[in-house]
């Protein structure tokens, strides 16, 4: 029987191991020994088949479309680790059979082998890290590979069978001009992946960058070298076939992330793993972030599973049952994210709602401004409205706008 779109499930698994943290990373990441790996994957493990009671063959059995082994460096587990998460997912869940199911890997962590044994596993989707194409760069930003090691990584995936392949590149590093930002560019295109996440540097509190930085010691372009990299971006790519189908996101047609857009369109999905969060049936819930907490938690509880949700989710941090406000305002500014826009329609179908009398003003106001396109059945935000697009999101909370009672 065909399942509804309310009956299946994306799932993100979190590997938080890394051979080395990069300078500007405030992900949830280390390094680790063997011994810890494998007590994490233990734990993994358990709560894959714990889950299964509620979500998956013994439960309501949803239907599993995409898997995200994300980190971290998912690639610096053995295959052999992978192959026992892949297989235990397949055990206790539906996996329908054109998943997309991607693995994040970075150069000096993956070759020919270990790209094999993905394909084997059923992974059909790669995302690797590049963010420079300057080995200067990729050392000041503490990344372990060189442009050679990239490129030697990256053939290895493709002589392997990998054809969809993601590229990370980021813009406004340390010392980056316009002209070495542009050879990335050219670079990444040149190799022709099926899909690129172009970011901006972004200076986050806790990591190495954030201290340098406060002390004078971070030398990044200017607010108008930053942005004329950033226009430069999407006209370049752009202009050698990739559509913008995101802010951060471009692809070749038909190679649009469909793990990623989930997010962006409230679909549900599962985190396993260390801080991994999940959006189920309007639930949003976050896994632990201590280590030893998650670890210990799974070796404790052996095989006495529940399949009651409200037994479980007293064992992950900030649950929030959203309410119909915080539904409809995740609604906007997610799907805003998408060039797309949102279906003032589906709005309605799933709120019961007339939407311009919950936001008629609001469009109004933000279309006069240039900051929005608002047509007949969509909404969505022009070049303009995606430079300021957070304070565009803004502007869809509804606190003090609409009734709670919604």
Same mark, same amino acid.
């Given at each position: 029987?065909?399942?509804? #779109?309310?009956?299946?499930?994306g799932?993100?698994?979190h /590997? ?5 943290k ?10 680790? +020994?063997?011994a #810890?790996q494998?007590n ?9 088949m714990?889950?299964?009671?509620y ?6 059995d949803?239907?599993? /479309? ?6 971290g460096? *998912?690639?610096?587990? +053995?295959?052999a680790?992978?192959? %026992? ?34 394909? %084997? ?17 990729l050392?000041q ?10 490129l ?8 392997a ?6 590229l990370?590149? /980021? ?24 899909? /690129?996440s ?6 986050? +509190?806790?990591? *190495?960058?954030?201290?340098?930085y406060s ?28 559509h ?5 996101n471009?692809a070749?047609?038909?190679? +649009? ?15 396993f793993?260390?801080?991994a ?7 949003r819930f ?20 529940s ?6 989710? *007293? ?14 305002e ?26 311009? %009398?919950?936001?008629?003003?609001v ?6 401004m ?22 565009v999101?803004? #502007? ?5 706008k609409?009734?709670e009672?919604?």
């Amino acid at each position: 029987m065909k399942k509804t #779109e309310e009956q299946c499930l994306g799932i993100y698994i979190h /590997i938080p191991f890394c051979l080395k943290k990069c300078s500007y990373c405030d992900f949830l990441s280390f390094s680790a +020994e063997k011994a #810890e790996q494998e007590n994490y994957i233990f734990a993994l493990l358990k709560e894959i088949m714990k889950w299964g009671e509620y979500y998956g063959k013994k439960g309501k059995d949803y239907q599993i /479309i995409t898997i995200y082994f994300g980190g971290g460096t *998912p690639s610096v587990l +053995e295959p052999a680790y992978i192959e %026992k998460i892949f297989s235990t997912l397949e055990k206790n869940y539906t996996i329908k059979s054109d998943a997309e199911i991607t693995i994040e890997c970075n150069p000096k962590t993956a070759d020919y082998d270990k790209f094999c044994s993905y394909l %084997k596993a059923g992974i059909n989707r790669l995302s690797m890290g590049l963010q420079s194409v300057h080995n200067e760069e990729l050392k000041q930003i503490g990344r372990i590979h060189t442009w050679e090691d990239f490129l030697q990584t990256y053939h290895a995936a493709e002589s392997a069978g990998f054809s969809n392949i993601n590229l990370d590149i /980021i813009s406004a590093l340390p010392d980056q001009t316009y002209d070495s930002y542009h050879k990335t560019l050219e670079q990444v295109v040149h190799l022709n992946p099926k899909h /690129i996440s172009s970011y901006s540097l972004i200076i986050e +509190e806790g990591t *190495p960058f954030f201290d340098m930085y406060s002390q004078g010691l971070l030398h990044l372009p200017d607010e108008d070298l930053e942005r004329q990299m950033y226009y430069h971006t999407n006209k370049f790519l752009e202009q050698n076939g990739y559509h913008r189908y995101e802010i951060s996101n471009y692809a070749k047609a038909g190679y +649009e992330s469909k793990h990623n857009s989930s997010y962006w369109k409230r679909k549900n999905y599962l985190g396993f793993g260390l801080g991994a969060s999940s959006l189920v049936d309007n639930i949003r819930f976050q896994n632990v972030n201590d280590f030893k907490q998650y670890i210990q938690r799974y070796f404790q509880n052996n095989e006495n599973y529940s399949n009651n949700i409200e037994e479980i989710l *007293p064992y992950y941090k900030e649950v929030q049952i959203l309410s119909k406000r915080e539904q409809m305002e995740e609604f906007m500014f997610l799907g805003l994210r998408l060039t797309e826009g949102i279906s003032k329609s589906e709005f309605e179908k799933l709120y019961k709602r007339n939407f311009d %009398k919950v936001y008629g003003k609001v469009c109004s106001r933000l279309a006069g401004m240039g900051l929005v396109y608002c047509e007949e059945d969509n909404v969505r935000l022009t070049n303009r409205g995606i430079d300021v697009s957070n304070q565009v999101m803004a #502007e869809f909370l509804l606190e003090n706008k609409v009734s709670e009672t919604l």
